[in-house]
């Protein structure tokens, strides 16, 4: 409501008053920047800290200035001594010679506590507060020695030792050219402590009967509401008031009208500077009928002048004073860029490490060619020991290898291919047309043949070099694909949510919830992520019943809980995090048997979710029967279940888990598998099968029949992976079995037929009972005998409609999501 008063008053003035602010932002920063290249600051800062003193005598202020500046820009030291003792000097109550004093003894303390080891800003407020004590003491000694001098000299001490304390927090903000975190609680109050020391030694300066030290006053209140808001303008307001008081008893009113102003200013700053400057004017004129109609047009006029000034300030500055404020929306967008730049990074470093492992896989990997050019130099190699046990002392030598090389050649390759194909050299052929060619043919076999084993081995090992180099290879590719999907997630742009998450909160709010927090992780479309924490609801399932439904309604898409945490004997909260639901479900039916009715099977499945709302269903038969076969094929699937869930696209993940089986070791290992990869969003399904028995999909009376053809994994060192994609429909029955089911009925000609029969014949859509009717009628078809391991898994695809319709509420607009960027 305020805001839209607000907008409706001020809005008439705002246009005219931005063309103004352009001329006085330019002007402004002209002379910002003379400030901070000359040094100006640091003069200016120390006269009017000389100029400044509370209760009428005590200038605690400028001895501390002139110690932390020792620390912190020694080369502007001597220039701000001097504007401390300038300021003195044109102050009618200073004591510049004390001051003097004050500051020698101070270098003095210094050189010896250098010579101690003890020079660091640590002991810089004792050292202030011997020389304050010390020269206070000097002083009253050679004037007027009493009891109230010493107590003002250990008063004035003790103030010094204070303000020393605060200037070591604000100082380095004035004179600290960058500074990248934010300012605490604590450096706040500081800053605005200097600030209204600074402004004490304006105290007495009238400017066309104008107060100096109000004007700078509410100028620092509206500059301080405008950057920060009402609560850092009321801070300003009281502390600035406070320290003025202690110089002037008549300002003790001011404090009211500044922290009452600074507060009104910070609420309107939505109105920009106009807003703050009228919440100022209404500040100035509630507190000025308590003046009195005497000083109240001098009020308003100090507090007009105060306006102009303001206006005149460039915005660098106030977004520059923003930025180090948390809470305010600079410091939030500052702490955006910085991680938005800290993600371009990490992303750029994740890259360059996907393409060395690219690069790395690429080295790895044998094209076609290099493939062909690797055979024929091994195989000239061989040829090459050959001749060089027989044909380098032939006779005929320059003859054969030099007049009818091809032919030589040719034939020698013939011998090899007959040599390798095989394993003997067979008597027609060493009668043939290579004994007419060469006159030591029969030589030239036998030492062909004794060369032969070792050659055979030499290859055995080179291939199984290059199948290692190619797991290798393979191994690689999928590892920089997912780490370039793992840098294009990190180049996702962080987006903060407070508008939203606002919006939830006030939804909650109305219906009476009362909620403790609502983080937004993510709004895309179709993969909302969202953490709320509110009250233990002692069972009622509220999460699901009232925050759910809610959430659908606001959101526009189908929320439901993942999870929840209910801490009762905790703090009283409980957390849960809540999901877009997906399009469908998949509910699984699971019936096995071991051979002979044994426990321990040789076939193994896994039901899974691998991230990208899909679903995996997973069956693995290992060879033979018992212990054996079941390591074998629980080890497969959980190779895959690591792999998948890395991220690696499945048929990458199966060539390698296959590449792994066929090198581990010399035995005969292998499994087969049978996967199905079935999208939550699409209900579209990936079969990818290796060595495995056919799959079924039920559909109504029609009973549809997935098949590949490929050997189980680990006999070939390389295999192709045949993958068949169907579009299963809600109420589909998928049915995935070992080769013990389906190779049960051992004198049935065409089992598939046969399978697709029995499948039909089932009438219940239930995945338990169709699992349980199917392995019954097989092991009834043998009359009892189980004689392979059998196992069955039956998935029904239905709609996923949520347990709870949505709670629609008026006036409530739906969040905006961003699209989903899944395929």
Not at 740 to 751: F, I, M, S, T
Request: net charge neutral; charged share 20%.
């Amino acid at each position: 409501m305020l805001r839209k008063v607000e907008q409706i008053i001020l809005h008439p003035f705002i246009g005219q008053v931005e063309k103004q602010q352009a001329l006085f932002s330019s002007m402004g920063k002209a002379l910002y920047t003379f400030i901070q290249r000359w040094g100006v600051i640091y003069m200016l800062l120390g006269f009017l800290l000389g100029r400044a003193m509370i209760i009428g005598e005590l200038t605690p202020f400028a001895v501390p200035f002139f110690a932390v500046l020792y620390h912190l820009r020694r080369d502007r030291l001597y220039v701000a001594g001097f504007a401390i003792l300038l300021g003195a000097f044109t102050h009618q109550l200073g004591h510049p010679m004390t001051l003097l004093g004050g500051m020698a003894l101070f270098l003095i303390a210094q050189r010896v506590m250098e010579a101690w080891g003890k020079a660091d800003m640590n002991y810089t407020p004792f050292a202030v507060f011997f020389v304050v004590f010390l020269s206070k003491s000097l002083v009253a000694a050679f004037t007027e020695w009493t009891g109230y001098h010493l107590m003002m000299a250990g008063v004035e001490a003790t103030l010094s030792l204070v303000l020393t304390l605060i200037f070591v927090q604000s100082l380095p903000l004035v004179t600290v050219a960058k500074r990248t975190q934010p300012l605490k609680n604590e450096e706040i109050v500081c800053l605005i402590i200097l600030l209204a020391s600074v402004m004490t030694g304006t105290v007495g300066w009238i400017v066309m009967e104008l107060s100096l030290e109000h004007i700078l006053s509410r100028y620092a209140i509206l500059i301080f509401a405008f950057a920060a808001g009402g609560a850092i303008g009321a801070t300003v307001g009281v502390v600035t008031g406070i320290i003025l008081s202690l110089s002037n008893i008549e300002a003790m009113l001011q404090m009211s009208l500044l922290a009452f102003s600074g507060l009104l200013g910070g609420l309107l700053r939505e109105g920009k500077k106009i807003g703050v400057a009228v919440g100022l004017l209404v500040g100035t004129l509630l507190i000025g009928f308590y003046i009195g109609e005497a000083t109240i047009w001098q009020t308003m006029n100090e507090s007009l002048v105060a306006i102009v000034l303001f206006l005149f300030t460039p915005k660098v500055i106030f977004q520059k004073i923003s930025s180090f404020i948390p809470g305010t929306v600079e410091h939030a967008n500052v702490q955006q860029d910085y991680m938005k730049r800290l993600r371009e990074v990490t992303s750029h470093k994740v890259e360059q490490f996907s393409t060395v492992f690219q690069q790395l896989s690429n080295s790895f990997t044998m094209q076609p060619t290099m493939v062909e050019e690797d055979q024929d130099r091994t195989l000239d190699l061989f040829l090459s020991q050959i001749t060089e046990k027989t044909c380098q002392s032939c006779f005929k030598k320059e003859q054969c290898w030099e007049r009818k090389f091809d032919d030589t050649y040719r034939l020698m390759k013939e011998c090899y291919n007959h040599l390798h194909s095989h394993g003997e050299v067979k008597k027609t052929f060493a009668h043939g047309e290579f004994s007419r060619h060469c006159v030591k043919s029969q030589k030239v076999l036998e030492v062909m043949t004794q060369e032969f084993d070792q050659f055979k081995t030499h290859l055995m090992y080179k291939k199984k070099m290059n199948e290692s180099r190619r797991l290798v290879a393979e191994q690689l590719s999928g590892v920089s694909q997912v780490m370039t999907n793992f840098a294009r997630e990190i180049q996702k742009e962080g987006e903060v949510h407070h508008i939203q998450e606002q919006q939830i909160l006030d939804a909650f709010e109305d219906i009476g919830l009362s909620i403790r927090y609502v983080d937004i992780l993510s709004l895309e479309e179709g993969n909302v992520q969202i953490e709320i924490s509110q009250p233990v609801c002692f069972g009622r399932d509220e999460c699901g019943k009232i925050i759910a439904p809610l959430l659908s309604e606001i959101v526009g898409e189908t929320i439901t809980v993942l999870q929840k945490e209910c801490d009762f004997f905790q703090d009283g909260y409980c957390k849960m995090k809540l999901v877009s639901a997906k399009s469908f479900k998949v509910s699984t039916g699971i019936s096995s048997a071991a051979k002979g009715g044994g426990w321990v099977s040789g076939d193994n499945l896994n039901t899974m979710e691998v991230g990208n709302g899909k679903y995996a269903i997973a069956i693995s038969d290992g060879m033979g029967n018992g212990e054996r076969a079941h390591q074998e094929s629980n080890e497969t699937l959980t190779l895959l279940q690591q792999i998948l869930h890395s991220g690696i696209e499945e048929t990458v993940a199966i060539k390698s888990i296959n590449s792994v089986l066929a090198l581990r070791s010399s035995d005969e290992i292998f499994s087969t598998l049978d996967l199905a990869m079935i999208d939550l969003q699409t209900a579209k399904t990936r079969f990818l099968k290796i060595g495995s028995t056919p799959s079924f999909i039920k559909r109504g009376d029609e009973c549809l029949t997935i098949t590949a053809h490929n050997l189980p994994i680990g006999i070939l060192h390389e295999i192709d992976v045949d993958v068949v994609t169907e579009q299963l429909k809600p109420g589909d029955l998928l049915i995935m079995m070992t080769d013990g089911l389906y190779d049960a009925p051992r004198k049935v000609e065409n089992k598939e037929l046969w399978m697709t029969r029995m499948i039909s014949e089932i009438v219940t859509k239930d995945p338990q009972e169709v699992a349980d009717l199917l392995l019954e009628k097989v092991v009834r078809y043998q009359q009892g005998h189980i004689v392979d391991d059998m196992t069955v898994v039956v998935a029904r695809i239905d709609r996923n409609i949520p347990q709870w319709s949505t709670i629609s509420m008026q006036g409530i607009p739906k969040i905006k999501k961003k699209p989903s960027k899944i395929s």
